[in-house]
């Protein structure tokens, strides 16, 4: 929510261009990243299917810092966190960084003292994808927004979790009785995989300050459908294309 506010400040303040990039957008599209950090107004309108899934993520956010309190568990930190890397900042904002008391831990085994958690909402088939390929992969863009906030526990920006790894969770939506509304997977840290990531962010800042746009990426010139068709800027590259060639 703050990062959002701040992002209506400058829009309403006519600034033409961001002032860093998000930790949530490890992974983008480098063009998809150039229009955000540009401040370019999106070319798609939020559907309703979309504003569903966020307002979701944000409501079951809520559930869990709701039933965690009620178990005794204590939420150390919802706070915006500011990284750096080679004199750029990066901002993102932790979900959850809780601790569990011990009585907690003896009721529900696998629990650490000191946990990250990174909360997403996921549709049932699209999780199922994820299941099959026995969770996420290395380049999934939700891993990677865990890493970068293990890595400011590693800086001491944050208390750092009990080990050096963080908990990515998937409340399921449109899952069919008797499947689990729940999956959660364990996130290793990773200095080099951050920081690499880190890098890429810094420099597409850089490049949105000069306006270099680095135009679409090969891979999606031909196909509109996969994975521009979710993009907020799909008719700014593709116009009115809906299919591959």
């Not at 950090?37 to 559930?63: I, R, V």
């Not at 944050?158 to 939506?173: D, E, F, N, Q, V």
């Not at 995989?193 to 679409?216: N, S, T, W």
Request: aromatic content about 8%; proline content about 5%.
């Amino acid at each position: 929510k703050q990062l959002e506010l701040e992002a209506f400040d400058r829009r309403a303040k006519g600034k033409d261009k961001r002032e860093y990039p998000y930790v949530s957008e490890a992974g983008k599209c480098p063009r998809q990243l150039y229009f955000a950090l540009t401040n370019t107004p999106k070319s798609e309108a939020l559907s309703l299917d979309s504003w569903m899934t966020l307002s979701l993520g944000k409501k079951a956010e809520e559930l869990y810092i709701q039933l965690l309190t009620m178990a005794g568990v204590r939420i150390l930190s919802q706070e915006r966190v500011e990284l750096e890397h080679l004199g750029e900042k990066v901002v993102g904002k932790l979900d959850l960084l809780i601790e569990v008391p011990d009585e907690v831990r003896a009721l529900i085994p696998g629990l650490d003292f000191r946990e990250v958690w990174e909360i997403k909402t996921k549709n049932s088939r699209a999780l199922g994808w994820v299941i099959k390929r026995g969770g996420p992969d290395l380049d999934d863009s939700y891993a990677k927004q865990v890493r970068s906030y293990l890595h400011a526990a590693e800086e001491g920006l944050i208390p750092k979790p009990t080990h050096a790894r963080g908990r990515l969770i998937y409340t399921a939506t449109g899952a069919t009785k008797g499947e689990p509304l729940f999956h959660a997977w364990f996130v290793d840290y990773d200095r080099a995989a951050v920081e690499h990531e880190l890098a890429i962010l810094g420099q597409a800042m850089q490049g949105a300050r000069e306006g270099l746009d680095p135009g679409i990426p090969e891979a999606y010139k031909s196909n509109p459908v996969w994975p521009c068709l979710y993009c907020d800027y799909r008719r700014l590259c593709h116009g009115t294309q809906t299919g591959g060639k």
